[in-house]
Protein backbone atom coordinates (compact mmCIF):
# COMPACT_ATOMS: atom_id res chain seq x y z
CA UNK A 1 0.00 0.00 0.00
CA UNK A 2 1.42 3.54 -1.23
CA UNK A 3 1.44 6.30 1.60
CA UNK A 4 -1.68 7.26 -0.27
CA UNK A 5 -3.70 4.91 0.66
CA UNK A 6 -3.77 3.25 -3.00
CA UNK A 7 -3.30 -0.33 -3.22
CA UNK A 8 0.04 -0.94 -5.09
CA UNK A 9 -1.00 -3.77 -7.74
CA UNK A 10 1.62 -6.33 -7.93
CA UNK A 11 3.38 -7.06 -11.14
CA UNK A 12 2.80 -10.11 -11.95
CA UNK A 13 5.51 -12.39 -13.76
CA UNK A 14 4.91 -12.63 -18.10
CA UNK A 15 3.56 -16.23 -17.90
CA UNK A 16 6.38 -16.83 -20.55
CA UNK A 17 8.85 -16.33 -18.23
CA UNK A 18 6.88 -18.59 -15.65
CA UNK A 19 7.06 -20.84 -18.25
CA UNK A 20 11.43 -20.99 -18.53
CA UNK A 21 11.61 -21.31 -14.89
CA UNK A 22 11.57 -24.96 -14.82
CA UNK A 23 13.96 -25.50 -17.35
CA UNK A 24 16.36 -23.12 -15.59
CA UNK A 25 15.95 -25.07 -12.23
CA UNK A 26 16.57 -28.94 -14.01
CA UNK A 27 19.55 -27.57 -15.23
CA UNK A 28 20.86 -26.20 -11.89
CA UNK A 29 20.25 -28.85 -10.52
CA UNK A 30 22.15 -30.58 -12.56
CA UNK A 31 25.01 -28.52 -12.08
CA UNK A 32 25.01 -28.86 -8.39
CA UNK A 33 25.02 -32.61 -8.78
CA UNK A 34 28.21 -32.49 -10.81
CA UNK A 35 29.94 -30.11 -8.68
CA UNK A 36 28.54 -31.95 -5.28
CA UNK A 37 30.42 -35.59 -7.33
CA UNK A 38 33.44 -33.49 -7.12
CA UNK A 39 33.90 -34.18 -3.68
CA UNK A 40 36.09 -36.95 -2.60
CA UNK A 41 34.71 -40.46 -1.86
CA UNK A 42 30.97 -39.20 -3.31
CA UNK A 43 29.86 -41.37 -6.81
CA UNK A 44 26.49 -40.18 -7.64
CA UNK A 45 26.64 -41.29 -11.08
CA UNK A 46 26.35 -44.94 -9.78
CA UNK A 47 22.67 -44.28 -9.31
CA UNK A 48 21.96 -43.61 -12.85
CA UNK A 49 19.22 -46.70 -14.10
CA UNK A 50 20.83 -50.00 -13.70
CA UNK A 51 18.94 -52.09 -15.99
CA UNK A 52 16.09 -54.77 -14.70
CA UNK A 53 17.73 -54.31 -10.77
CA UNK A 54 15.67 -53.61 -8.65
CA UNK A 55 17.99 -51.13 -7.05
CA UNK A 56 18.57 -49.69 -10.19
CA UNK A 57 14.88 -48.49 -10.73
CA UNK A 58 15.10 -45.47 -9.10
CA UNK A 59 17.78 -44.35 -11.53
CA UNK A 60 14.95 -43.64 -13.91
CA UNK A 61 14.01 -40.23 -11.55
CA UNK A 62 17.79 -39.38 -11.55
CA UNK A 63 19.42 -40.41 -14.50
CA UNK A 64 18.36 -36.77 -16.30
CA UNK A 65 20.72 -34.99 -13.62
CA UNK A 66 24.01 -37.48 -13.43
CA UNK A 67 26.85 -36.36 -16.00
CA UNK A 68 29.94 -38.47 -16.30
CA UNK A 69 32.29 -35.79 -15.95
CA UNK A 70 31.54 -31.67 -17.07
CA UNK A 71 32.44 -32.62 -20.45
CA UNK A 72 29.43 -34.35 -20.60
CA UNK A 73 27.21 -32.05 -19.04
CA UNK A 74 28.46 -29.35 -20.88
CA UNK A 75 27.70 -31.52 -24.37
CA UNK A 76 24.22 -31.78 -22.73
CA UNK A 77 23.30 -28.44 -21.55
CA UNK A 78 23.21 -26.33 -24.65
CA UNK A 79 20.82 -28.38 -26.53
CA UNK A 80 18.84 -28.98 -23.14
CA UNK A 81 18.51 -25.51 -23.02
CA UNK A 82 17.17 -24.64 -26.41
CA UNK A 83 14.97 -27.18 -26.74
CA UNK A 84 13.71 -27.41 -23.49
CA UNK A 85 12.73 -23.29 -24.20
CA UNK A 86 11.28 -24.47 -27.22
CA UNK A 87 9.07 -26.46 -25.86
CA UNK A 88 8.26 -23.49 -22.82
CA UNK A 89 7.32 -21.08 -24.39
CA UNK A 90 5.77 -22.11 -27.78
CA UNK A 91 3.70 -24.94 -26.45
CA UNK A 92 3.41 -24.45 -22.63
CA UNK A 93 3.68 -27.86 -21.71
CA UNK A 94 7.38 -28.35 -20.40
CA UNK A 95 6.04 -30.23 -17.01
CA UNK A 96 4.30 -32.69 -19.05
CA UNK A 97 6.55 -33.16 -21.45
CA UNK A 98 9.62 -34.09 -19.07
CA UNK A 99 7.89 -36.17 -16.94
CA UNK A 100 6.06 -38.18 -19.77
CA UNK A 101 9.79 -38.77 -21.27
CA UNK A 102 11.73 -39.15 -17.88
CA UNK A 103 9.63 -41.90 -16.38
CA UNK A 104 8.57 -43.76 -19.85
CA UNK A 105 11.93 -43.63 -21.65
CA UNK A 106 13.59 -44.18 -18.44
CA UNK A 107 11.25 -47.67 -17.84
CA UNK A 108 11.85 -48.87 -21.48
CA UNK A 109 15.59 -47.98 -21.32
CA UNK A 110 15.61 -50.09 -17.58
CA UNK A 111 13.59 -53.04 -19.37
CA UNK A 112 16.03 -53.47 -22.26
CA UNK A 113 19.12 -52.13 -22.10
CA UNK A 114 22.51 -54.43 -21.63
CA UNK A 115 23.42 -55.84 -18.36
CA UNK A 116 25.47 -54.74 -15.82
CA UNK A 117 25.70 -51.28 -17.50
CA UNK A 118 24.78 -47.54 -15.98
CA UNK A 119 22.62 -45.24 -17.93
CA UNK A 120 22.94 -41.55 -17.51
CA UNK A 121 22.84 -38.38 -18.32
CA UNK A 122 20.06 -35.37 -20.00
CA UNK A 123 20.22 -37.04 -23.80
CA UNK A 124 17.32 -39.28 -23.21
CA UNK A 125 15.30 -35.87 -22.36
CA UNK A 126 17.22 -33.93 -25.36
CA UNK A 127 16.22 -36.49 -27.78
CA UNK A 128 12.40 -36.72 -26.37
CA UNK A 129 11.80 -32.40 -26.79
CA UNK A 130 13.77 -32.98 -29.96
CA UNK A 131 11.17 -35.97 -31.24
CA UNK A 132 8.14 -33.81 -29.48
CA UNK A 133 8.69 -30.63 -30.98
CA UNK A 134 9.04 -32.00 -34.53
CA UNK A 135 6.28 -34.16 -33.95
CA UNK A 136 3.86 -31.00 -32.17
CA UNK A 137 4.80 -29.41 -35.34
CA UNK A 138 3.36 -31.95 -37.66
CA UNK A 139 0.23 -32.78 -35.67
CA UNK A 140 -1.00 -28.87 -34.88
CA UNK A 141 0.50 -27.50 -38.25
CA UNK A 142 0.37 -24.52 -36.29
CA UNK A 143 2.80 -21.88 -38.25
CA UNK A 144 4.54 -21.33 -35.18
CA UNK A 145 4.90 -24.77 -34.13
CA UNK A 146 6.22 -25.97 -37.93
CA UNK A 147 8.80 -23.42 -38.01
CA UNK A 148 10.31 -24.52 -34.92
CA UNK A 149 10.14 -28.47 -35.91
CA UNK A 150 11.97 -26.86 -39.08
CA UNK A 151 14.18 -25.65 -36.84
CA UNK A 152 14.96 -28.61 -34.65
CA UNK A 153 15.46 -30.68 -37.90
CA UNK A 154 17.93 -27.81 -38.78
CA UNK A 155 20.15 -27.94 -35.94
CA UNK A 156 19.68 -30.81 -34.12
CA UNK A 157 18.77 -33.47 -37.13
CA UNK A 158 22.45 -35.17 -36.69
CA UNK A 159 21.63 -36.37 -33.54
CA UNK A 160 19.27 -38.99 -34.94
CA UNK A 161 22.83 -41.30 -35.13
CA UNK A 162 22.57 -41.34 -31.47
CA UNK A 163 19.83 -43.97 -31.66
CA UNK A 164 21.79 -46.39 -33.41
CA UNK A 165 24.67 -48.44 -31.76
CA UNK A 166 27.10 -47.26 -33.09
CA UNK A 167 29.23 -45.65 -30.28
CA UNK A 168 30.80 -47.63 -27.63
CA UNK A 169 29.67 -45.99 -24.00
CA UNK A 170 27.02 -44.31 -25.23
CA UNK A 171 23.41 -44.93 -24.28
CA UNK A 172 21.54 -45.51 -27.62
CA UNK A 173 18.56 -46.83 -26.00
CA UNK A 174 17.74 -44.01 -23.56
CA UNK A 175 18.34 -41.65 -27.01
CA UNK A 176 15.99 -44.25 -28.75
CA UNK A 177 13.39 -44.32 -25.99
CA UNK A 178 13.66 -40.96 -25.44
CA UNK A 179 12.99 -39.66 -28.80
CA UNK A 180 9.83 -42.66 -29.14
CA UNK A 181 8.33 -41.33 -25.94
CA UNK A 182 9.05 -37.85 -27.10
CA UNK A 183 6.67 -38.47 -30.20
CA UNK A 184 3.91 -40.15 -28.05
CA UNK A 185 3.93 -37.42 -25.54
CA UNK A 186 3.09 -34.99 -28.64
CA UNK A 187 0.35 -37.87 -30.21
CA UNK A 188 -0.79 -38.07 -25.76
CA UNK A 189 -1.18 -34.21 -25.19
CA UNK A 190 -2.49 -33.04 -28.24
CA UNK A 191 -5.38 -35.27 -28.27
CA UNK A 192 -6.04 -33.70 -24.77
CA UNK A 193 -6.05 -30.41 -26.49
CA UNK A 194 -8.18 -31.42 -29.23
CA UNK A 195 -10.65 -33.13 -26.82
CA UNK A 196 -10.79 -29.64 -24.70
CA UNK A 197 -11.54 -27.66 -27.53
CA UNK A 198 -14.52 -29.83 -28.90
CA UNK A 199 -12.61 -31.27 -31.50
CA UNK A 200 -11.25 -27.65 -33.50
CA UNK A 201 -8.12 -26.23 -33.78
CA UNK A 202 -7.67 -22.89 -33.16
CA UNK A 203 -5.85 -21.18 -35.22
Given at each position: MSSSGQVTPRREIPPAVAAMVPVFVMVLLMWAQEIVDLVPGVDLDQYGIRPREGEGLPGVLAAP???GGFDHLIANTGAFLVLGLLIAVTTRRYPAVT???ALLGGLATWLVAGE???????????????AFLVAWGVLTRRVLSVVVATVVVLMYGS????????QPGVSW????????TGVLMAFVL???QERGQGGTDRR
Open positions: FLHIGVNTVHIGASGLVYGYAIALGVLPVQGHLFGALRGR
